[in-house]
């Protein structure tokens, strides 16, 4: 018995592991350097085009929620190619926070079917004023007194004529 234990010792040891290769990775050539300038004006044009077509559905999108969610004094500002932060900005009112709360979700929930993914929402736990970035379209909805407090319009209206 001593024996076959030390036959067994002995070929575990004397297994040799086949040596495990590695895989060659071809290495990428740097890109070459080209003005950021050059590259970013024809897809910027490229980009107005389909986005304009797009934001006038989030716009519409947008506008039917709030007008089912019964989403008072609707003010929409076209901004277009004069801001860079969105095509249009929709200020609304709620009654209560839990109104505005609703809403904010249920143009969450537009967006997604359009194919918004990951639309921002801020202000939800309180509810006073909620903003929806939805990308080409801002969405600030209020509870009256804080509109009439910060009031958006009047400088979004002004901003949008220079």
Same mark, same amino acid.
């Given at each position: 018995? !001593?024996? =076959? #234990?030390?036959? %067994? *010792? @002995?070929?575990? &040891?004397?297994?040799? $592991?086949?040596?495990?290769? +590695?895989? /060659?990775?071809?290495?990428?050539? !740097?890109? =070459? #350097?080209?003005? %950021? *300038? @050059?590259?970013? &004006?024809?897809?910027? $044009?490229?980009?107005?085009? +389909?986005? /304009?077509?797009?934001?006038?559905?989030?716009?519409?999108?947008?506008?039917?929620?709030?007008?089912?969610?019964?989403?008072?004094?609707?003010?929409?500002?076209?901004?277009?190619?004069?801001?860079?932060?969105?095509?249009?900005?929709?200020?609304?009112?709620?009654?209560?926070?839990?109104?505005?709360?609703?809403?904010?979700?249920?143009?969450?929930?537009?967006?997604?079917?359009?194919?918004?993914?990951?639309?921002?929402?801020?202000?939800?736990?309180?509810?006073?004023?909620?903003?929806?970035?939805?990308?080409?379209?801002?969405?600030?909805?209020?509870?009256?007194?804080?509109?009439?407090?910060?009031?958006?319009?009047?400088?979004?209206?002004?901003?949008?004529?220079?």
């Amino acid at each position: 018995m !001593a024996k =076959a #234990k030390a036959n %067994v *010792k @002995k070929t575990a &040891k004397n297994k040799v $592991k086949s040596p495990v290769k +590695k895989k /060659s990775v071809a290495k990428k050539s !740097a890109p =070459a #350097k080209t003005p %950021v *300038k @050059k590259v970013l &004006k024809p897809a910027a $044009k490229t980009v107005a085009k +389909k986005s /304009s077509a797009f934001a006038e559905q989030l716009l519409y999108a947008t506008l039917k929620v709030l007008d089912e969610r019964q989403a008072e004094d609707i003010v929409t500002i076209h901004l277009g190619d004069r801001h860079s932060v969105a095509d249009y900005l929709v200020i609304a009112s709620g009654r209560a926070t839990r109104q505005i709360a609703a809403m904010a979700d249920y143009l969450r929930e537009a967006f997604e079917t359009l194919g918004i993914q990951k639309a921002r929402i801020e202000g939800l736990p309180e509810a006073n004023w909620v903003l929806v970035d939805g990308g080409d379209i801002i969405v600030h909805l209020f509870r009256p007194e804080v509109r009439h407090y910060y009031n958006l319009e009047t400088m979004w209206a002004e901003r949008a004529k220079e």
